[in-house]
């Protein structure tokens, strides 16, 4: 199993809404990442957890929380957005987080912010 | 740090046409490359990977790419393009042994008509 799969597929929620996205993956990978992308741009790194530990935060407002319950989830509570926050957030994981190892996408979660 | 440069932001093409789009990167040390494909809608595919051997490396649907390391570059092409390859298409790169967080080029968006 190659997957990582993320649900919902879409969301839309006013600024004053609290909503989650979660990711899953089964191949035992010990590095999750959480990235934003615009259409058409390349995704911009959000959040790094290595092996369950929040490693690396790419200076993300605090309206985005991520959380990594286990080994295989990873969620991001999303409070407070703003419009400009709608895009696709994507999980991504890979087996490590050094060495040759290449990154397994999910298919995203399309959220809009009205 | 490193950083990926992808030439073409647009291309157009008939089917049949053959492709090649340029990936040049900035780092002297060893690297590992990656290209990824983004179908309208639909989530990034990892289309080949270059990590170490031969330089020549052959991908899913009929992809290649070349790693010229005295150019820093990791071309991709194609021999004859289908409408169906009509996507976004990311060149990323990471450094071997250092940043496992892959850097991403900011894509190029081929369109081929029927």
């Known amino acids: 199993d190659t997957e990582v799969t993320q649900t919902p597929k879409h969301l839309v929620m006013g600024m004053t809404n609290k909503k989650s996205l979660k990711c899953e993956q089964h191949?035992?990978?010990?590095?999750m990442y959480w990235y934003k992308q615009k259409a058409k741009k390349p995704p911009e790194l959000m959040f790094v957890?290595?092996?369950?530990?929040?490693?690396i935060n790419e200076s993300v407002p605090s309206r985005f929380s991520p959380e990594c319950p286990n080994s295989s989830l990873l969620n991001l509570h999303l409070h407070a957005l703003q419009p400009e926050d709608s895009a696709l957030y994507l999980c991504?994981?890979?087996?490590?987080?050094?060495?040759?190892?290449?990154?397994?996408f999910g298919p995203g979660t399309r959220l809009t912010v009205t | 740090a490193q950083s990926v440069s992808q030439h073409n932001h647009h291309v157009i093409l008939s089917e049949a046409a053959s492709l090649e789009l340029g990936c040049n990167y900035s780092?002297?040390?060893?690297?590992?490359l990656f290209w990824y494909v983004q179908y309208p809608g639909q989530h990034l595919q990892l289309l080949l990977k270059?990590?170490?051997?031969?330089?020549l490396v052959k991908g899913i649907k009929g992809f290649e790419a070349e790693f010229i390391k005295s150019k820093f570059s990791f071309n991709l092409r194609k021999p004859s393009v289908q409408w169906s390859d009509t996507a976004e298409y990311f060149c990323?790169?990471?450094?071997?042994?250092?940043?496992?967080?892959?850097?991403f080029g900011r894509g190029t968006s081929l369109i081929v008509h029927p």
């Open positions: 991504a994981s890979s087996h490590k987080t050094s060495g040759t190892y290449e990154q397994y």
């Open positions: 191949m035992g990978h010990r590095a």
């Open positions: 957890y290595s092996y369950e530990k929040l490693s």
């Open positions: 780092y002297g040390g060893t690297v590992n």
């Open positions: 270059y990590f170490s051997g031969d330089p």
């Open positions: 990323a790169v990471n450094v071997s042994g250092g940043s496992y967080i892959p850097t």
